[in-house]
């Protein structure tokens, strides 16, 4: 019998963080203000910190032709790999603001951006803390991207490494 399992840590709200982590997720919400999200009213911010201590951030970039759209967070690895060439990434916030209902939960990064940010992992070598929050409410903290996807299809699995 196979089994997968994890754990994570889970706060009751942003000012039991430690003062970085909370830094960062407070920057993730404010940063939810440039995403363009006009079909969906869903404002998703990410912020991340390398491990030179710079912050890099991502929007969701949506589209009229809805599928061109793309996520925060595929948006933020795009930025870090443009603009810190092999540089890991410490930690990512995510956070969200949508007029339809509180933001008051973690939401957790898609299916498509999960297999996005393993293979940015692999490449760089290092784990993604993630932190995910609400404007308020509780918080969590995953410490590797990896955790959510069991089984990831990955390079190896191209025979091409
Ligand atoms: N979205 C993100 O940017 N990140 C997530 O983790 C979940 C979903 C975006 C995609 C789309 O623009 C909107 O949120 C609604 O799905």
Not at 33 to 59: C, D, I, K, M, R
Not at 132 to 148: F, P, W, Y
Request: proline share 6%.
């Amino acid at each position: 019998m196979g089994q997968f399992q994890f754990s994570y840590e889970l706060f009751d709200s942003i000012e039991l963080l430690e003062d970085q982590d909370a830094a960062l997720l407070r920057a993730a919400i404010a940063t939810t203000s440039v995403a363009y999200a006009p079909y969906s009213g869903f404002h998703v911010g990410a912020v991340a910190v390398l491990e030179n201590g710079a912050l890099v951030s991502g929007t969701n970039q949506e589209n009229a032709s809805y599928p061109v759209g793309i996520c925060a967070e595929r948006v933020l690895l795009g930025n870090v790999a443009m603009q810190y060439p092999g540089q890991k990434i410490k930690s990512m916030a995510i956070s969200y603001r949508t007029k339809k209902r509180p933001s008051d939960q973690p939401i957790s990064p898609c299916g498509m951006c999960r297999q996005a940010l393993v293979e940015f992992e692999f490449r760089t070598a290092a784990p993604i803390r993630l932190i995910l929050g609400g404007e308020t409410g509780q918080v969590m903290i995953i410490d590797s991207a990896k955790l959510l996807l069991p089984f990831t299809f990955s390079p190896h699995e191209l025979g091409t490494d």
